[in-house]
């Protein structure tokens, strides 16, 4: 005896309203305001175009919908509404380095975007007024290589280095 029963118009309306919502739901996770974002295919022309073929090391997608690359060739900003997008680097702009390790972005008050560097320690982006601040081996207890930057429930930031951990005391 054959157990499948005939899909109604109405079930297959619902199931295509469930299957729409899932995947709703999936994006939604994926591209979360201020998270990390999981890449689960393979990168677009988009993101080779405005990385101008480099490593893409860490993926943040901000709360004005920008998402922001940290490659071995700077810093890349693609605004998605505006489809624009430009790289910062140590050529162009005030960032001081150009080979990036990972990003974290700080709610208010702060709004800025931290980003941890190669050889360049930390440096800190404030979005608002495009001005970079850098602590390095020359000008704080931070090394030059920052490997890892994360902003906690707090909203303060820790960062990770080769040679221990450091936690952000002061604004």
């Keep these: 005896q054959n157990t499948f029963t005939q899909i109604t ?7 295509l309203l469930l299957i729409c919502l899932v995947q709703l739901l999936n994006v939604s996770a994926q591209v979360g305001v201020s998270k990390r974002v999981t890449a689960t ?6 993101i080779t ?4 073929p480099t490593v893409i090391n860490d993926l943040l997608v901000d709360e004005n919908k920008i998402i922001w690359l940290s ?6 900003r693609y605004d998605i509404a505006q489809k624009t997008s430009k ?3 140590a050529a162009n702009s005030g960032i001081g380095a150009t080979q990036l390790h990972s990003m974290a972005k700080r709610g208010k008050p702060d709004n800025t975007l931290d980003i941890g560097t190669y050889d360049d320690g930390l440096v ?3 979005p608002t007024t495009n001005t970079f601040a850098r602590f390095n081996s020359s000008n704080s207890v931070l090394p030059n290589e920052v490997r ?3 902003v906690d429930a707090q909203n303060q930031l820790w960062i ?3 040679v221990g951990l450091f936690k952000q005391t002061t604004s």
């Design 124 to 126: 800190i982006l404030n």
């Design 87 to 89: 790289v910062l680097n």
């Design 160 to 162: 990770g280095t080769g």
């Design 49 to 52: 175009k405005a990385s101008n």
């Design 9 to 15: 118009p109405l079930m297959k309306n619902l199931l």
């Design 41 to 46: 295919k393979k990168p677009t022309s988009l």
């Design 148 to 150: 890892a930057v994360q």
């Design 71 to 76: 490659t071995t060739n700077g810093l890349v």
